[in-house]
DNA sequence: TCGTCGATCTACT
DNA sequence: GTAGATCGACGAG
């Protein structure tokens, strides 16, 4: 069930960000399974894509996970306080990413709640980047992990949205991007409580 | 070595 | 609606 690494070696980051909608995530950190199915994902698209941090092909510590095969987990640290989930894709040496921007939590509720401090299912409990990433208790110490590993990895259990239920958008907090900002690389079930901002 | 600012969220006015 | 939290990456010096 879990998705082979052939999957994620595709060079369109877009179609695969497109397709991972409805494909469940899991992670087991510490023995506490948690997971759920994704509702939003972002698509950074290598070093022709201003909004990536691997633009113009900058290569850093923080950056060298992106350049690692497809099928891998990439977290960093935002706004010094939020850690962000993504999933690598294409071969080595072409630094394309997903972000997973939001999720529908099917798998561990109490402990996600425990995570997020929170006495009820609140649809905000895994809304935007670093919520997900708090949920389902994601740190920066997954950071390369392999998704055919038992800590995070992704599964496909055949739960599909056809197009008319899935809508395609500009990216969210790229505004630095420039012109890049406009591309419709994000991808989100319409009208899903779970999906930031505008989900209409 | 230092200063700026970010793929954000929450709480409070 | 808006401010504050809070730290590491990055580019300038």
Redesign the pocket.
Known sequence: MKLPEAYYQSNDVVALSRNLIGKYLFTSINGELTGGYIVET?A?AGIVDR????FGG?M????QT?YMQGGVA?V???????E?F?IVTSVEGQPH???I?AVQPTYGLDIIMKR??METLKP??T??????A?ALGISRKINAFSLQGDTVWVEDRGLTFTDDEVTAGP????D??GDDALLPYRFYVKGNIYV?KPNK
């Open positions: 972002e950074y909004a990536s941090h691997s900058r850093t510590p923080r950056t992106m990439y960093y640290l935002c706004y010094g306080i939020h962000m993504n990413a997903i972000l921007r997020r401090n905000n409990i809304k935007g980047p670093g919520s997900v708090k990216r969210i907090g790229v630095y991007a930031s």
